[in-house]
């Protein structure tokens, strides 16, 4: 069974628990097979027995006994030698170390259950256990789990329009900050800029952080939490001798977190926005096996997919929810005139 819509794939994950058998196949394909290129995957969820059958079980990890990752030790120490907070609270005021970044969070808990068996009123309904069987089974994931974001910020004194920081002669100066120019031309008089744009005040106040790994460096470590549940039920039925019929629902829930700028993606370079992606997942499905012969067998199939997916945006840990507002004096006009009304911010990115 294949889902064109979904590139050969449905929205669903069932539970491992729920698994009863799966194939792949990834070359000579059977005729009910194909049509999409690459490996094709079969499962077949568990059903209840005669006898009741259940689990439970928890899968945990945690960044206690994890290696912090590479590039977040890396943009500490890079900020080590010009920030004395940094030296102090991670290297006990020693540049030579030791030093320990924190660690990058990972909490993974992965827990569920499954329980099958006959559905039967004793005395009155399946008395022998060989009609009706139920299977259900639920997952659940709560993972919190640490990213690294980074990017340059200007100081306190750029944000005013003074460069002096830039200009060696200059009592200000600060070798530290590589790459950094003295602005020219009009409006310049000697390192200061004789007057800053409202509006890139009011952007840089609400969006843009002052540095805290070095003079011009800002570093950022969240957690990206996400919560996600599937339920699956399954009920068997035989039919007399030659009839098996049975019906399938699943429900995925899936709710993610990430750190973003307006640009609505993932890709953060500051993390005064969150955006949220998930949704709910509707899974249906039925089948009935009927046996003509010993040599003739009919299997029908029916089957309902159906996704519904939600993204929205929130100011980020720490944040007012001005970051999502148009600021105060926002000029700029909008591509199309009947957002020029909206209050929200249009999508950017700031590099």
């Given amino acids: 069974l294949n889902n064109y819509f979904a590139n ?58 994890d290696a912090n990752p590479w590039f977040t030790n890396q943009q500490l120490w890079s900020g080590l030698a010009s920030s004395p907070a940094n030296l102090a609270q991670y290297c006990g005021g020693n540049p030579a170390g030791p030093c320990n970044a924190p660690k990058a969070i990972l909490k993974w808990n992965d827990f569920g259950f499954t329980l099958g068996g006959p559905f039967f009123i004793p005395g009155h309904y399946n008395t022998d256990k060989s009609k009706t069987f139920v299977f259900w089974s639920s997952e659940w994931r709560r993972i919190r789990q640490g990213t690294t974001v980074s990017s340059s910020a200007p100081t306190a004194r750029m944000r005013t329009g003074d460069f002096s920081e830039c200009d060696s002669a200059s009592p200000n100066y600060n070798k530290q900050i590589s790459g ?122 029916y089957h309902y997919d159906e996704r519904l997916n939600a993204r929205y945006q929130v100011p980020g840990v720490g944040w007012g929810p001005g970051v999502l507002q148009k600021p105060a004096g926002w000029s700029m006009p909008s591509l199309f005139s009947a957002n020029q009304a909206q209050p929200f911010m249009p999508g950017f990115q700031v590099l």
Avoid at 203 to 223: I, K, Q
Wanted: aromatic fraction near 12%; hydrophobic fraction near 35%; proline fraction near 5%.
């Fill in 8 to 65: 050969g794939n449905f929205h669903t994950t069932p539970s491992i628990e729920s698994i009863g058998e799966f194939k792949i196949s990834t070359t000579n394909y059977e005729a009910d097979q194909g049509v999409k290129m690459g490996g094709n995957v079969e499962m077949v969820t568990k059903s209840g027995t005669r006898d009741f059958h259940g689990d439970m079980y928890e899968f945990l990890r945690n960044q206690a006994v």
């Fill in 180 to 301: 950094c120019k003295v602005p020219t031309g009009a409006g310049v008089t000697g390192d200061i800029v004789n007057s800053v744009a409202p509006q890139a005040t009011n952007m840089l106040n609400t969006w843009v952080p002052l540095p805290n790994n070095g003079p011009v460096s800002w570093l950022f470590a969240p957690s990206i939490p996400n919560d996600w549940r599937q339920d699956l039920i399954r009920v068997d039925q035989n039919i007399g001798e030659k009839n098996r019929f049975y019906i399938k629902g699943s429900w995925d829930k899936d709710h993610t977190f990430y750190t973003t700028t307006l640009n609505n993606t993932n890709g953060a370079t500051y993390n005064a926005i969150q955006s949220f992606y998930g949704g709910d997942t509707w899974n249906w499905a039925a089948h009935l096996t009927t046996t003509f012969s010993p040599t003739i067998v009919n299997d029908f199939m």
